[in-house]
């Protein structure tokens, strides 16, 4: 089941950050911790892990955007045990 990743809240009264670079693309499997997204907030520039071990399926918010904490930048797809899932089962018509 997808999920979306959030703009998390750095503190500091910090209400929005600019992307300032993506470390993978959609497609890409992303190790749990590996860094994916650069951050750039009006104080300091922060690398964020992935949750978790996932897919990268979608970026919401392209480089150089600035949005609000809480905002979606992208959306994931869990992977068990690092493994790829299966491609979904296509129908041969002969």
Partial sequence: MPVEFR???FGEGLADAEIGR???Q????????QPFVEIETEKVTVVIPAPQT???????VQEG???????VLCVFEPVENGTTPPAPA???VA
């Fill in 90 to 92: 296509t129908a041969h």
């Fill in 7 to 9: 703009l998390p809240d």
């Fill in 65 to 71: 955007e600035v949005v609000p904490v809480g905002a």
């Fill in 26 to 33: 959609p497609g890409d499997l992303v190790k749990a911790e």
């Fill in 54 to 60: 996932s897919r990268l399926l979608e970026v919401r």
């Fill in 22 to 24: 993506w470390l993978v």
